[in-house]
Structures are given as C-alpha cells and as structure tokens.
C-alpha cells in the first residue's frame, strides 16, 4: 500500500469550475507539499504546510493533521491549471510521492 | 537561469550501452535527490546525497545504478548495461534546510529511452 493516497485520478472540469484534490496519507510526517508537474516533467512546488490552510492566488491548500488528509482547491479554474498535481510528505529525510491527480480543464 | 539544471533532456540508446545523467543543482543546496518516474506514477526516490555523501539508496537502485557528488556540487547518475526497463524519466530535486522545513526544487527531468 502506497504512503500516499490521491483522488481522484483524473479530472476534467470545465473553465471556471471549483476543483477539488484530495490526498490521504498514512504516516506520520513532517510536512505535506502540494506539486504541479506540466506535460514534459518539470515539478513545481506549489504548496508545503504542516498545519491548517495556505493560499496564493486561485488556489488553496488544507491540511488535518488527525485525519492525516489534505485538499488541494482551485477557485475559477482555467486551461492552463491542467497539469498533473501531486501530493507528497516528508518523513525524516525522506520524500514519498502520491501517484498524481491529471486535471484537464477545458475551455 | 538559477534553477536545478539537468541534462541531457532526453536520451536514446540501445539495450546494454551506458548512459550519464547530470545534475546541477540549485548553488546553495547542500541537499540532493535523485528520483525515477514512470507513466502514471509519482517519482520513487533512488539516492540522496547530503554535500559530497551518499547517505541513503533505495533498494531500486541496482549495482547497475551509481550516482556521484564528488565535491558536493553537481551530481552524476550513471547507468550501465542498460534495459528497456530503465526507460523513465529521471528526476533531480535539491534542497537547503531538512526536509521537513525546506521546500524541494526540481530539475527538468532526463527522459531515458532504452531501444
């Protein structure tokens, strides 16, 4: 069983919809990162939060830490947020990677 | 440009050559992470250097895998004979504070194709 849990694994939403991620994850961690990797691999850390909520620009990302889940939002989504988005927690030195949400949003 | 740098971009080679990926990490970086991704799947972690030492390799990494940071600046992933099987993607992702506190920055990855 993967450390890591997201869903959904795909998701296609129209312009300007409310999307949702959500990740689940089993271990205790250090921090949990929010990821967006576009077509052709590079990663872009979006969000890193051990605790409560973060926000910049459209999108927001939670955290509770009891539940050990995590939400990832984006408010008035546009074509150009479709990328895979990734979940990952840190543990000690160590990275574990959820297998990625693929949001395609169509104009 | 003063991001992680990675390179080639993209390599393709025949079952059995050897194939060198490089890894320019962001300057004052003293963290760095080697990872391997394939279609559908999150990164899965190889090796992780702090400055010039190897601290940590997963069991993914074969005795035909072997990475290098010899003066805890660049670093070099090297694979011999290599399969169909090792065509991924390569990753690599520097760091400064300890992970928990620190945000991890990723290269551009190394697409392998193994002929």
């Known amino acids: 069983k993967n450390e890591v849990e997201q869903s959904p694994q795909n998701l296609t939403a129209q312009e300007g919809e409310f999307i949702t991620i959500n990740c689940s994850y089993s271990?205790?961690?250090?921090?949990l990162h929010w990821l967006q990797q576009h077509p052709g691999g590079g990663i872009v850390s979006l969000f890193m939060?051990?605790?409560g909520k973060k926000k910049h620009g459209r999108l927001i990302a939670t955290i509770n830490i009891q539940e050990k889940h995590s939400s990832l939002h984006i408010t008035a989504s546009h074509p150009r947020d479709s990328a895979v988005y990734i979940c990952?927690?840190?543990?000690?030195?160590?990275?574990?990677f959820g297998t990625g949400t693929s949001l395609t949003v169509i104009p | 440009d003063t991001g992680v740098s990675q390179n080639p971009r993209h390599k393709i080679t025949k079952r059995g050559q050897n194939v060198t990926f490089r890894c320019d990490p962001i300057s004052e970086h003293n963290r760095l992470y080697w990872y391997r991704q394939t279609l559908g799947q999150g990164p899965e972690f190889l090796t992780y250097?702090?400055?010039?030492?190897?601290?940590?390799k997963s069991r993914l990494l074969s005795d035909r895998f072997s990475a290098e940071r010899p003066k805890g600046s660049f670093s070099t992933l090297e694979i011999q004979r290599t399969e169909q099987g090792d065509s991924a993607m390569y990753l690599c992702a520097s760091s400064l504070n300890p992970v928990g506190t620190g945000e991890l920055f990723f290269g551009e990855g190394s697409r392998l194709t193994v002929l």
């Open positions: 271990v205790g961690i250090s921090a």
């Open positions: 250097f702090q400055n010039e030492a190897q601290l940590e």
């Open positions: 990952a927690v840190s543990l000690g030195n160590q990275f574990y």
């Open positions: 939060l051990s605790s």
